[in-house]
Every structure is written in C-alpha cells, then in structure tokens.
C-alpha cells in the first residue's frame, strides 16, 4: 500500500511538471511569435520597415533590384533584393553630379566641351547632351546635360575640369562612397557605360541619392523637366535638354502621387534603371528599381516605369 502511495505521489509531480512546462512554453511561443509580427521591425542597415509592405510578393515587379524609402520617416516601404550588386548605368551619373557640385565654386563659369572624351563617347556610342567639341559653356549646362539628357559628353567633362584628369573624378567618386557609407558601390568611369568593376546596389544608390538631393543645386538640377543652355556660336539659341525621366511621364498616370524628378540609365548589361523622387501627400519618397530585362535597347518596353508607377501607387493606396 505504501508502495502505491509512493508510486502515486510521484505521478502527480511528473504530471505537475509536465503541465507546468507545456503552459510556459505556449506563452513563450505566442510572446516570441508577438514580437516578429509587429507593425515595423528594424533592418540591418538601421531603417525601419513594415512587416505588411516588405512581406508583398515580389512577382509583381519585373525588375530585380528595388529600393523604397519614405525621406522624412527613413521606413523602408519595399525592398526586392537591393543588397545584391548589380551594374548602376547612367545611374552612375548621380555621383558625378553631387562630387562635381561639392567642387565647383561658380556654376556660371565657362569650361570647354574636353575633345579627346567628347571622342571617346561618340566612338562608344554613349548617350550626348549636343554639345560639340571643344564648345565653350557654363558648368551650369554641363550639370544639367549631365543629369537631365544624360550626356556622356558632359559627364566627362566635369571630370576633366574639377580633377585634372578622369582617373582622378573617379578617385573622387570612390573616395565619396567610402565616405557615404557605400559599401556595395564602386566606380571606374564617370558616364556609366558598362564595366564589369562598375557596380553599385539598388541601397546604396537610394542612400546616395537621399545625400544628393540635400544639395539645393542638385535637387534644382534633378527636378527640372526641361533646361535651355546658355547661347554659344555653335549653338547660338542654347540647347534644350529635357529630363529622360519626366518626358515619359503624364500627370493622368499619377493619381494621388506625382514623381518630381529622377535619373534614368540603361545598358544591355544593367538593363533598365530608374532613380526617382516622389511626392505621396506631404511626403518625399525615393525609389530606385534596376535591372529591368531589356531585350532590344532599340526598343525598351519600359518595365522600369511602369514598376515605378505602380510602386506609388501601391504608397498611396497602402496595398
């Protein structure tokens, strides 16, 4: 009889423990659970996101590489893949830019069109601004022809004429990633054409951008549709350069949202890419998309817009 009280006493415990066990590790399971299912969780690189817009099917972009982020709040909106190399194209014009900016002390003076890399972009048939040959204009037409028409012409001589030499602009514009934090980026020309040590992440470019648009001048720059060059002999009425981003773009398209500005590039190697700036409410928000396949570079099927478009769109409806 004792035996079986014993025997008793020692079921109880173990039944006890059991219950005990399996009701903390229920609410430690749920509390656990809780927490990876909050509204926002932070990422690696210090930006907060939302579960419920950065868990969105990816198929519904083409493009491989996308990077959304709201300016003011720094939340991640969405991302596919914006930490893996890829190659920036005429993206690459954005650092040209703001290391140009960053060293040019009068943006009305006159530089020569350099002859020997006006050359060398048409030989590789680069995108031009227009400008001719040893042409004389203002910085001014250079940034805008830089940024707005993507000249190849123009990118170059910003180089020549802030560094000495191009080798020296892309020690520059390495020197500046390094200093941004881009980790994932590195240059070796400032034009963009394809290289296979050219590359940048879709991150990286969206914090680039962020840094660039903090410059006024820049963000004039970027955000005007269309800019009339200063009179030269050779082009005595000013060239007309408009944005290769908003002339594809109609305010019917942008409902609720509008994108004020932004870069375009596009080679076979990088495919299609598009930088952006945009407006949903009171809000600025940057998207960068790239690497949308490109079949025929004669005739794009402009998947980087629609990708874009369709990423406000889904900002302002919250989908």
């Known amino acids: 009889m004792k035996k079986f009280l014993k025997l008793q006493k020692k079921l109880i415990v173990v039944i006890v423990i059991i219950f005990v066990l399996f009701t903390v590790g229920r609410e430690?399971?749920?509390?656990?659970?809780?927490?990876?299912?909050?509204?926002?969780?932070?990422?690696?690189?210090?930006?907060?996101?939302?579960?419920?817009?950065?868990?969105?099917?990816?198929?519904?972009?083409?493009?491989?590489?996308?990077?959304?982020?709201?300016?003011?709040?720094?939340?991640?909106?969405?991302?596919?893949?914006?930490?893996?190399?890829?190659?920036?194209?005429?993206?690459?014009?954005?650092?040209?830019?703001?290391?140009?900016?960053?060293?040019?002390?009068?943006?009305?003076?006159?530089?020569?069109?350099?002859?020997?890399?006006?050359?060398?972009?048409?030989?590789?048939?680069?995108?031009?601004?227009?400008?001719?040959?040893?042409?004389?204009?203002?910085?001014?037409?250079?940034?805008?022809?830089?940024?707005?028409?993507?000249?190849?012409?123009?990118?170059?001589?910003?180089?020549?004429?802030?560094?000495?030499?191009?080798?020296?602009f892309v020690q520059m514009m390495n020197a500046k990633a390094i200093k941004l934090g881009l980790k994932d980026t590195h240059f070796t020309n400032p034009e963009g054409l394809h290289n296979k040590n050219q590359y940048t992440t879709a991150y990286d470019m969206a914090k680039l951008l962020d840094y660039a648009l903090d410059n006024g001048h820049f963000k004039a720059i970027i955000t005007k549709e269309t800019f009339q060059t200063t009179s030269t002999p050779d082009h005595p009425d000013g060239l007309l350069l408009k944005s290769t981003v908003l002339k594809f773009l109609n305010k019917e398209e942008q409902n609720g949202f509008e994108i004020i500005g932004g870069k375009s590039g596009t080679t076979s190697e990088a495919g299609q890419c598009w930088a952006t700036l945009g407006l949903v409410g009171n809000h600025e928000y940057i998207s960068i998309v790239m690497g949308a396949p490109l079949e025929d570079i004669n005739d794009p099927d402009q998947a980087q817009i629609a990708d874009t478009l369709m990423l406000y769109e889904n900002i302002k409806t919250g989908k």
């Open 28 to 168: 430690t399971h749920e509390y656990f659970s809780t927490l990876n299912n909050d509204e926002y969780t932070r990422n690696d690189d210090g930006h907060t996101r939302s579960n419920d817009e950065y868990t969105r099917s990816n198929d519904r972009y083409t493009s491989p590489h996308i990077y959304l982020i709201d300016r003011e709040t720094e939340n991640v909106i969405y991302e596919k893949d914006a930490h893996s190399k890829t190659y920036p194209a005429s993206l690459t014009k954005i650092m040209t830019a703001i290391v140009a900016l960053e060293n040019i002390n009068d943006l009305s003076e006159i530089t020569p069109i350099d002859a020997e890399t006006y050359q060398n972009m048409v030989n590789q048939n680069a995108s031009m601004a227009g400008f001719y040959s040893r042409e004389e204009v203002t910085y001014r037409d250079l940034l805008y022809g830089t940024i707005l028409s993507s000249g190849g012409e123009a990118a170059n001589s910003l180089a020549i004429h802030v560094a000495g030499n191009v080798e020296g």
